[in-house]
């Protein structure tokens, strides 16, 4: 009988350990990537390099940034994270910018704190001995949308840090997100562009607290339910050469006769290529 009690005794001993060395469950401590589509990956691609491509996640500011397939030449890269099959580029346009902004109100007290570090990276490239960049820079903003003043930018890669190689370089970089920080805007600039060149990719930016992150979601429509749309499509023609003769577009005019004067025609953009995108959306 005294053995079977030491044996016994044995088993929740060995019982007593085990729960109290077990590792115990911990919530996260990271908010994980907060900005939406940094990798390229959502929509499609185009191996065309004069191609107009919608950006999701993104609001473009100016000229035409694109997504290119990484099949479409042959970029050195970084060997983690791993390349996905697209990058950003700046278009056919010239310099082009986009932007986002990432909501972090669900870290408030902890930002308020004055404690949250961020980091910052991403891969930032180029065509060989082509000057065109990629610069990527943030703004905190308060709960009304202005700028707190600090802001932070990615060290930039010149055709010289590649090596004159068409290729991409990691860089990062980190600080302290200030206090009252309830917005972070991210935009991303492609600059000396005329050559097509300077890239972007894997662009993340987290926070060394939780936050809920926002997801690829499709816009909602605000389009109004009118009985009849009318598209007139001027193909590189200015309104008042089209305008000037009734003679030469006569059923213009007889929508102008019936009020319809269409004197806030205006284009997306110059040439044709995002017009059509544009008119793809509806």
Not at 5 to 10: D, E, P, V
Not at 114 to 120: D, I, K, M, T, W
């Amino acid at each position: 009988m005294r053995m079977l009690w030491r044996a016994l005794g044995g088993v929740l001993a060995l019982v007593g350990a085990l729960l109290v060395t077990a590792p115990a469950a911990t919530a996260a401590t990271t908010s994980g990537n907060l900005i939406v589509n940094g990798g390229a990956e959502a929509g499609y691609c185009t191996k065309d390099w004069t191609a107009a491509t919608t950006m999701p996640g993104w609001t473009v500011l100016n000229g035409s940034p694109d997504v290119v397939c990484y099949s479409a030449g042959s970029f050195g890269h970084p060997s983690s994270p791993a390349p996905g099959n697209a990058f950003f580029a700046p278009g056919d346009q010239g310099d082009s910018a986009m932007e986002q902004t990432v909501d972090v109100s669900s870290a408030a007290t902890a930002i308020d704190g004055g404690a949250v570090g961020y980091n910052l990276s991403g891969w930032l490239g180029g065509w060989t001995v082509y000057a065109g960049y990629a610069q990527v820079s943030l703004q905190f903003e308060n709960s009304a949308g202005k700028q707190l003043g600090a802001t932070a930018e990615l060290p930039t890669v010149s055709a010289t840090d590649r090596g004159d190689l068409t290729s991409f370089l990691a860089r990062s970089a980190t600080g302290t997100v200030p206090a009252g920080t309830r917005s972070i805007l991210v935009e991303v600039q492609f600059l000396e562009s005329s050559d097509e060149a300077g890239y972007l990719d894997n662009l993340s930016l987290t926070l060394d607290t939780p936050v809920t992150a926002a997801t690829l979601t499709p816009p909602v429509s605000r389009v109004p339910g009118y009985d009849h749309v009318f598209m007139v499509m001027m193909e590189n023609t200015d309104y008042s050469a089209l305008m000037g003769d009734p003679t030469d577009t006569p059923f213009l005019h007889s929508l102008m006769a019936q009020g319809a004067t269409m004197t806030d025609y205006h284009a997306v953009y110059h040439p044709s290529d995002e017009n059509y995108l544009a008119i793809a959306r509806w």
